[in-house]
């Protein structure tokens, strides 16, 4: 299994749900990016399975568990299948020590499993791409 790109959970939710702002900026960017080698981390699969889940997200669109899961497991299907990657060791300080607040801790969690798996990390976050220029890279 060869994952050269993390995907984070704003890209893979925008990528999957055509309602929301960066949809078709995201859908173009994964279809190119998905030959390369790709994946998700388990937290980002549950953070798309909740969203697609909201009736406040997803309003009269809002899926149930199952309906859920088939759009995700459907996105991760496919020629050039996507991977699911668990983290191999825990919270590291030294990354996630340096989150300015708590929107910043999930983002910081996924640079430390790109870093893990020797990957780039694909998100949309200016913090993050700032903040981690040798890991993240902009979608």
Known sequence: MSINILVDNDVFFSAINDRTQNHARARAWLNKAKPAGWGIAVETYLCALRLLMNPVI????????????AAIDLELSGPHPGHIIFAKEKPDTAIIGRAQGHKQVMDYWLVQIARQEG???????AGTLANWPDVAMRV
């Open 119 to 125: 990957c780039r990390l694909a998100t949309l976050d």
């Open 58 to 69: 997803m309003g009269a669109n809002v899926q149930s568990a199952d309906a859920a899961i």
